[in-house]
């Protein structure tokens, strides 16, 4: 909340999403800060381009005969210089980490500590930031809700600085706003799945092995299973059992069976603990007197979608 008074009146809260989120899941996945470290914001470049290269066609996954295509195009060389700049960031901080702590019984490889590692940082960071990102383009889009918003969570923590977990308990409108954004602009599209057996589905023939992409964004805007679903309405959770906890399959921004986001719980309480506070303490507007409906939503192409371009606004401060 500092840094945000601190900034200049017009503020990057895309870049500021980013370092949170970094921050938060650097200390519980590495125990302390790296983005202000050189080798940190490395290891984040390395990150982002992980997921771009993730999302890109490989061609060789499709016709094995054309691997070599993958050769001419760069996208091997690419990948492995990639993970050869991801291990070896990994492999100094858990040097450093295995130095300064006690290890008496172990029963984990290096390997299964990067993998770990890699996991939560990769899987945790970008969806985190992408989806405050487009919570925060949403409610400048939409100022009613925003004002709506504003007084529900200021009305609740009236002059309170701390915000607690039992404070969140009682924000319904916010819970609301949440699975909203998540229907509407799910950090995570595109969920793959690999077929285990021979299916059948909807008489789609499906071979053991095949990759199939379930597309979480475009159930979430089915109209079979929502009413106006292209228009931006957190009203609609209000008095609605739907949750995106993995049980109602027409709201799947976290997946679904045994390969659900572990990272759920982590998320969630981050994500209402941040949005709280800087609901709470400031006031949000686009620079220059520009208008929400203006607002440029333009996606960023990758296997996580944030904003293409980052988010500038402006952040008054209240008075308490
Ligand atoms: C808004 C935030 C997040 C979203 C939208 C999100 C979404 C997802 C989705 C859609 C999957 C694939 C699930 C499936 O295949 O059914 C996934 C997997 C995963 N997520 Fe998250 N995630 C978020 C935050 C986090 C956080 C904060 C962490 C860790 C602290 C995390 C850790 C993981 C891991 C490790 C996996 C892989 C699980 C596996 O393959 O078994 N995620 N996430």
């Not at 840094?3 to 996945?29: G, H, Q, Y």
């Not at 499709?62 to 990639?82: A, E, H, K, M």
Request: hydrophobic share 40%; proline share 5%.
């Amino acid at each position: 909340m500092n840094k945000i008074k601190e900034s200049s009146p017009v503020i990057n809260v895309s870049l500021m999403f980013t370092s949170l989120s970094n921050d938060v899941i650097c200390r519980s996945a590495f125990g302390r800060k790296y983005i202000e470290t050189e080798a940190g914001k490395k290891f984040v470049r390395v990150i982002s381009e992980g997921q771009e290269l993730l999302a890109n066609f490989s061609i060789g996954e499709f016709i094995p005969w054309l691997s070599w295509i993958n050769i001419l195009n760069g996208l091997n060389y690419r990948t492995d210089t990639v993970l050869k700049q991801g291990d070896k960031f990994l492999d100094e901080l858990i040097q450093e980490r295995l130095s300064k702590t006690r290890h008496e019984r172990v029963s984990i490889d290096m390997d299964g500590i990067k993998a770990l590692n890699k996991d939560v940082f990769g899987a945790g960071t970008e969806t985190t930031s992408a989806f405050l990102e487009w919570t925060m383009t949403e409610l400048l889009r939409h100022p009613t809700i925003m004002k709506k918003l504003q007084s529900e969570v200021r009305e609740i923590l009236h002059d309170k600085q701390d915000i607690t977990f039992d404070d969140l308990e009682r924000v319904h409108y916010l819970k609301a706003v949440i699975k909203e954004t998540f229907r509407y602009q799910p950090p995570v599209p595109l969920i793959p799945r690999e077929a285990g057996r021979d299916v059948k589905i909807m008489g789609y023939d499906i071979a053991a092995g095949t990759i199939v992409m379930i597309n979480a964004l475009a159930i979430g805007r089915d109209p079979l299973f929502w009413d106006e679903p292209e228009n931006f309405k957190p009203e609609r959770f209000l008095n609605s059992s739907i949750d995106f906890k993995g049980l109602h399959f027409q709201h799947i921004p976290f997946g679904s069976g045994r390969r659900i986001c572990p990272g759920i719980g982590f998320a969630t309480a981050l994500i209402e603990l941040v949005l709280a506070n800087i609901l709470h303490k400031f006031d949000w507007e686009l620079p220059g007197g520009a208008k929400g409906e203006d607002l440029d939503t333009t996606e960023l192409r990758g296997l996580i979608v944030g904003r293409k371009n980052p988010l500038l606004v402006v952040a008054i401060p209240r008075d308490f």
